[in-house]
């Protein structure tokens, strides 16, 4: 096993990493206090914080309280707040548009408050910053692009341009021959515990995203640690054009494609032995949440995974644009710089500039965010745990629960933009019919580890910049950041320069029959089991595994971890293989889920069954109009 250095007393307090114990309930302020630190407010800064992330320590015993154990808080007696236009239960995308849409029709003035449960804005749109050795990096820890933004809708366009985010010049900040530059292409690395031996091979695997490996597949091959019979299926599959559906008519190959998942199409149709699927199976976990055990034949199609090359299938019966845009409208940040955008509208004083540019080097003032005379406040570690009409019907009493305590507000419009699951829990107007509904999606439980190192020169030495992991125990992937710069903010100059290591885990559970929901059920339910010591051991045995023969050392490489853990992750998205075929954003039983009940209003990806920025927005969207028709 390798060496594995402990996060040190310094590295935790340089970076407040929060995650001492699980299901412990403490803020920023606490957790310095057990290290007999003392901190101002204006030293708060989630985003430095290393450590476990995402649902942090803190930001999720409330709500599980309420929702697994029945708990009740007391509703204060008297009003511990004013009473406000609208109030938004979650301050993710959709929240933080929800309040930008409602004040565009109510007017600058209108009176907005926005309860947020964990201790940072964006929701799964999360920014990491670290500071290596003098130079500042930047990295995602959930929401990480603008996907086929030609494809939003024109609200979501619009919010986009009033935001002054200019989707154009990512063809200029997004340098999209980085990596070529460097001769760095994908990489598979064979983990010993898993194939005897530890061993770094180029990928010979094509993909929608990716090219497969110039090297001749059959070299490649000869060092893939696995039976004979093996390789040369496996070569057979990506050296030909097979059709291995030629026994299926033309009619019937889409259905028997969705019918299948691509594991069953491999083996059963493509002579693929089970050591050679179990090689591919986790490819796009980090897209879907799920291997490919549990997805269909078709949608490995359309990510034209090996083997279906031959089958023949048009753009068209693959529900495919054939005019793509490329995957480049990404800030350093993610989408977390839509995030701060929003915030910076919203709440002037909490963030400085007006530019695109300044968007990613400005530093939030956390402490403006909740400031009495701003029209529109920011609540930071908020739970809500009830949301009820008054007895008039004419406004609704939020009550939430912050460090500890409960309080009231009211407000004459509520939009929850939070995780659609704990929405029967802390609304009892929720009619039982819509409860069913709203209970049949599943979040996608996953995890993205941002590993800040001193230099990557290992992987250069190597040729890779990416790598993926085969029946991994956890870490499913790495890669070098994506090469942006914007601004005043400068990507890795070169090899011997700080960089951001994006890491990838979904906690599926392969290979067993289950469902895709059933699988996010279970996995959901392992990653709470987790602590971040179970992380860093990981990421030093991987990396130290699969970057030895570059000169890696992760006792000195490593410069700091953080876990984006996300168990309740991304929105539901209808799987063709488990749901309906007819089941999509326009129909399904998460129309039923979002029905509006009087003052009340539900946005959230959830909302729209789709798992992006845009579907966020269009939810917050439509939410808002419905509380604006109220009057």
């Not at 400005?362 to 005379?373: I, T």
Request: hydrophobic residues 40%.
């Amino acid at each position: 096993m390798a060496p594995r250095r402990t996060i040190t007393r310094r590295d935790f307090m340089g970076g407040f990493a929060m995650g001492i114990t699980a299901g412990v309930t403490l803020s920023p302020f606490e957790v310095a206090a057990k290290f007999g630190q003392k901190i101002s407010l204006g030293d708060y800064y989630p985003p430095k914080l290393t450590g476990l992330r995402g649902d942090h320590v803190g930001s999720f015993e409330v709500a599980h309280g309420v929702a697994r154990e029945g708990l009740e808080w007391p509703r204060p007696s008297a009003q511990t707040d004013d009473t406000y236009d609208l109030i938004v239960v979650g301050g993710g995308i959709s929240g933080l548009s929800a309040a930008w849409l409602y004040r565009a029709q109510a007017g600058p003035n209108a009176r907005i408050l926005i309860l947020e449960n964990h201790d940072d804005f964006g929701g799964h749109a999360k920014r990491n910053e670290f500071n290596v050795d003098g130079h500042k990096l930047i990295g995602y820890g959930g929401s990480q692009a603008l996907e086929e933004p030609k494809n939003y809708s024109l609200v979501a366009r619009q919010l986009l341009k009033d935001l002054s985010i200019d989707i154009r010049r990512f063809y200029s900040y997004f340098n999209q021959g980085f990596y070529d530059r460097w001769n760095l292409e994908a990489g598979i690395f064979f983990k010993k515990e898993s194939y005897g031996l530890d061993r770094l091979v180029p990928d010979p695997f094509q993909n929608f995203y990716y090219e497969k490996s110039e090297k001749p597949a059959e070299e490649i091959f000869r060092a893939f640690p696995v039976k004979p019979a093996t390789r040369k299926a496996l070569i057979r599959l990506v050296e030909s054009d097979t059709d291995f559906l030629a026994d299926v008519p033309d009619g019937k190959r889409v259905e028997t494609l969705r019918s299948i998942s691509y594991i069953d199409f491999l083996e059963k149709y493509a002579g693929i032995p089970r050591e050679g699927t179990d090689i591919l199976r986790d490819k796009f976990i980090g897209y879907w949440g799920l291997g490919w055990d549990a997805l269909s034949a078709l949608e490995g199609a359309r990510l034209e995974m090996p083997g279906t090359s031959g089958l023949g299938l048009t753009y068209r019966q693959l529900g495919w644009d054939e005019n793509e845009e490329p995957y480049i409208f990404h800030f350093p940040d993610g989408n977390a710089g839509v995030a701060r955008a929003l915030v910076r509208g919203l709440v002037p004083a909490a963030l400085p500039g007006k530019t695109m540019e300044e968007l990613v080097t400005s530093r939030v003032e956390y402490g403006n965010l909740d400031n009495q005379n701003s029209p529109v406040r920011i609540r930071l570690n908020s739970t809500a745990v009830e949301v009820r009409h008054g007895k008039n019907g004419k406004t609704v009493n939020v009550t939430y629960v912050q460090n500890g305590a409960a309080s009231r507000v009211r407000g004459k419009h509520i939009i929850l933009a939070c995780n659609n699951r704990m929405i029967p829990y802390i609304c009892p107007e929720v009619p039982e019919k819509q409860v069913e509904a709203i209970e049949y999606a599943t979040r996608t439980p996953l995890v993205y580890i941002n590993i800040a190192l001193r230099n990557w020169r290992a992987f250069v030495e190597l040729g890779f910049n990416r790598i993926y992991i085969p029946k991994a125990n956890m870490m499913s992937s790495m890669r070098l950041d994506f090469p942006v710069s914007v601004g005043n903010y400068h990507f890795s100059s070169g090899p011997d320069k700080p960089i951001v290591v994006h890491g990838t885990y979904v906690p599926n559970v392969p290979g067993q029959g289950l469902t895709g929901r059933e699988q996010f059920v279970l996995g959901s339910q392992k990653l709470y089991q987790l602590s971040f010591a179970d992380f860093e051991e990981d990421v030093f045995q991987q990396m130290s595994g699969a970057l030895a023969g570059g000169g890696f050392d992760a006792e000195r490489d490593i410069a700091a971890i953080t876990v984006n853990r996300w168990p309740h992750g991304y929105a539901y998205e209808y799987n063709e293989l488990f749901d309906p075929i007819d089941w999509n954003p326009e129909r399904g039983p998460h129309i039923a889920g979002r029905a509006q009940i009087g003052r009340i209003s539900i946005a959230n990806s959830d909302a729209s069954a789709y798992a992006y920025v845009d579907g966020a927005i269009d939810a917050a969207a439509r939410a808002v109009d419905e509380q604006v028709a109220l009057g």
